[in-house]
């Protein structure tokens, strides 16, 4: 069973920058697919970034390539998500989700954290 758990949501002006942690439990965190989503009430939910790490390849959703970077501290089993330049359209509910499978992109993911929101003010 693996857990996740999301920080670093908050309120931030439009431009600003915000850094999202998932904390991933520790015994099964080696060589799997963790990946950070994002969901507003009524909408789909949408594909932000997925690192793998094993070897941290990192892939992005297409709204926010170039604004976003996902990145790993393996001694400290956490994936963190780096978001600048934030815009009014990306908020939204953040979650964090592992799965033991690779590649990373368009998978079924098991495990999932609670959630942390982020709103962005224009």
């Known amino acids: 069973q693996v857990q996740l758990v999301e920080s670093g949501g908050g309120s931030v002006q439009a431009g600003g920058s915000l850094r999202l942690s998932c904390l991933v439990s520790?015994?099964?965190?080696?060589?799997?697919?963790v990946a950070w989503f994002r969901q507003v009430p009524g909408e789909e939910r949408e594909g932000v970034a997925t690192?793998?790490?094993?070897?941290?390849?990192?892939t992005y959703g297409d709204s926010v390539k170039g604004r976003a970077t996902i990145s790993q501290v393996y001694d400290n089993n956490t994936v963190y998500l780096q978001m600048d330049s934030l815009k009014p359209d990306d908020t939204a509910v953040y979650y964090c989700?592992?799965?033991?499978?690779?590649?990373?992109?368009?998978?079924?993911?098991?495990?999932w954290g609670q959630g942390t929101q982020v709103t962005v003010s224009s």
């Open positions: 989700a592992a799965g033991i499978f690779y590649p990373c992109r368009g998978r079924e993911y098991r495990y």
């Open positions: 520790e015994y099964t965190y080696s060589k799997k697919c």
């Open positions: 690192i793998y790490t094993g070897d941290g390849t990192a």
